[in-house]
């Protein structure tokens, strides 16, 4: 949880004020997974690693539905979020700490434009992961395609594979293909592990599957670049032969 005014307020405040104002018991009526929800401070346990995963991606997918544009339009729920996710926001901020003087804050502002625009009748699963993903691949487009206009959007697959070539992600129709959509269908499909997309996914970010970038990630994984090299094709073999699969799930 927050506590620094500069980014989020305080959650001790927040809690008091939501639940003086009464905003559990509505947002109890709202969404079935929050129904006997007395106190947002209940929120942090129900969401908690100890939480079976299913359980909490509800609470959360519930409070990004009240969230969201156009869902409740509800600010409150978007500052519950922030502070449920402060632990995410930690982690990238670490991982992004390049970009700026003040990464927590960055992260936090991304964060937020997510949340508000967050696809919640399309994407019912992994809220969590899926907004920190979103949050870290629209920083890193904004790093790498700055002063590139025109610059396609990154796919989480090799530049040079001609199984996903003729996807074209500027084009209105496929707008909606991109790293998180490919990265959570590989995952919750079983075609790669997760460690290995997220470990290609930090190879597509520093733009290439060149030597220096392999180093780079193996230093940051701690384990050698021979490794980084056969989990790469190995990932990227696993995707090629599922491009039909999935392609066919965004047509």
Same mark, same amino acid.
């Given at each position: 949880?927050?506590?620094?005014?500069?980014? =989020?307020? !305080?959650?001790? =405040?927040?809690?008091?004020?939501?639940?003086?104002?009464?905003?559990?018991?509505?947002?109890?009526?709202?969404?079935?997974?929050?129904?006997? #929800?007395?106190? +947002?401070?209940?929120?942090?346990?129900?969401?908690?690693?100890?939480?079976?995963? =299913?359980?909490?991606?509800?609470?959360?997918?519930?409070?990004?539905?009240?969230?969201?544009?156009?869902?409740?339009?509800?600010?409150?729920? +978007? &500052?519950?979020?922030?502070? #449920?996710?402060?632990? @995410?926001?930690?982690?990238?901020?670490?991982?992004? %700490?390049?970009? !700026?003087?003040?990464?927590?804050? $960055?992260? $936090?502002?991304?964060?937020?434009?997510?949340?508000?625009? *967050?696809?919640?009748?399309?994407?019912?699963?992994?809220?969590?992961?899926?907004?920190?993903?979103?949050?870290?691949? %629209?920083?890193?487009?904004?790093?790498?395609?700055?002063?590139?206009?025109?610059?396609?959007?990154?796919?989480? +697959?090799?530049?040079?594979?001609? %199984?996903?070539?003729?996807?074209?992600?500027?084009?209105?129709?496929?707008?909606?293909?991109?790293?998180?959509?490919?990265? #959570?269908?590989?995952?919750?499909? @079983?075609?790669?592990?997760?460690?290995?997309?997220?470990?290609?996914?930090?190879?597509?970010?520093?733009?290439?599957?060149?030597?220096?970038?392999?180093?780079?990630?193996?230093?940051?994984?701690?384990?050698?670049?021979?490794?980084?090299?056969?989990?790469?094709?190995?990932?990227?073999?696993? &995707?090629?032969?599922? !491009?039909?699969? *999935?392609?066919?799930?965004?047509?």
């Amino acid at each position: 949880m927050f506590n620094d005014p500069a980014i =989020a307020g !305080s959650w001790p =405040a927040l809690v008091d004020r939501l639940d003086r104002t009464g905003r559990t018991a509505s947002w109890a009526t709202q969404a079935p997974a929050l129904t006997g #929800l007395r106190t +947002v401070d209940q929120l942090p346990a129900m969401v908690a690693e100890t939480v079976p995963p =299913a359980r909490a991606d509800q609470v959360i997918g519930a409070l990004v539905r009240l969230a969201a544009v156009d869902g409740a339009d509800d600010p409150d729920a +978007v &500052l519950v979020l922030i502070h #449920l996710l402060s632990g @995410g926001v930690h982690t990238l901020a670490a991982k992004l %700490a390049h970009l !700026s003087d003040n990464t927590v804050t $960055v992260v $936090v502002g991304e964060l937020t434009c997510q949340i508000r625009r *967050y696809p919640w009748r399309r994407r019912t699963r992994a809220h969590a992961i899926n907004l920190l993903l979103n949050t870290k691949q %629209a920083l890193l487009r904004g790093e790498l395609r700055a002063g590139q206009p025109g610059q396609p959007q990154v796919l989480l +697959v090799d530049p040079q594979d001609p %199984a996903f070539q003729h996807v074209d992600t500027a084009h209105p129709d496929n707008e909606d293909i991109d790293v998180v959509d490919v990265l #959570l269908w590989a995952g919750g499909h @079983g075609i790669a592990p997760l460690q290995d997309l997220l470990m290609l996914l930090d190879l597509e970010t520093r733009r290439g599957y060149g030597h220096a970038a392999r180093h780079h990630v193996a230093h940051d994984l701690g384990i050698n670049e021979r490794t980084v090299r056969r989990r790469r094709d190995r990932t990227l073999h696993a &995707l090629r032969q599922a !491009s039909d699969a *999935y392609l066919a799930t965004v047509a």
